[in-house]
């Protein structure tokens, strides 16, 4: 079965601004976010990409935009199901306004609890985003064979949520998987089992540097800004 690399979006103007985005419309690709796409290309240019997937919102497509440009003969899919979660009455909101909700005490420690008001559960984001990895999977290996390497770029907690699932682990635990922007996280998919093979790849160690504020343990709900 096929490799999937997973690219999480490059840094976005809701990550700067501490602002859950959501499926909040106009959110894009801030200063960094546009140099880290701008990246990418040279990246994984050791790669042979049979096909690119992205979420539908802007920040995934920008981010894609610089490789496809490199690689004219692929064709950008979209694919709703591996957009962000919908946070519902919580997109848009700050996130230090939102750390004393209650909900997020359970977002924390209990996610497959979680289900944001007037939005979705954890539970059923993360199940739409492993159906449609599976649907990709049996297609790509239909189309380009067993050892086809494939790209889908989407969302931090997307991406933690397969990766969980592609590690057996209780959504529960899926909290203590980081992906920052722009990072690439592969899984090799196989008939018995996944292999993570690669796991919030920057390329760049930065980010763990000691800040100036020490970490509190919780995890940011949609993944993080990353590194200053």
Request: negative net charge; contains cysteine; proline residues 7%.
């Amino acid at each position: 079965m096929p490799t999937l690399i997973l690219v999480r979006h490059g840094r976005s103007t809701a990550n700067t601004s501490g602002v859950l985005a959501g499926w909040t419309p106009g959110v894009s690709l801030d200063e960094r976010g546009t140099a880290q796409a701008a990246a990418l290309p040279g990246r994984l240019a050791g790669l042979p990409v049979s096909e690119v997937v992205a979420s539908p919102l802007d920040r995934c497509q920008e981010t894609v935009r610089p490789l496809l440009e490199a690689r004219p003969g692929l064709r950008l899919h979209t694919d709703e199901r591996i957009g962000e979660c919908h946070y519902g009455d919580w997109s848009g909101r700050k996130l230090a306004e939102l750390k004393d909700e209650p909900l997020m005490e359970v977002v924390q420690a209990h996610p497959s609890a979680a289900a944001f008001p007037g939005g979705e559960s954890m539970r059923a984001m993360q199940t739409r985003a492993a159906e449609a990895v599976r649907e990709w999977n049996a297609r790509v290996e239909r189309d380009h064979g067993a050892d086809a390497v494939y790209l889908m770029c989407s969302h931090g907690d997307i991406i933690k949520s397969l990766v969980a699932d592609a590690l057996g682990l209780h959504l529960d635990l899926f909290q203590r998987i980081s992906v920052e922007p722009c990072s690439v996280t592969a899984i090799r998919y196989t008939r018995l089992r996944p292999f993570l093979v690669r796991l919030g790849d920057t390329g760049d160690f930065a980010s763990l540097a000691p800040r100036e504020e020490p970490p509190t343990g919780e995890a940011t709900v949609g993944g993080g800004a990353g590194a200053p």
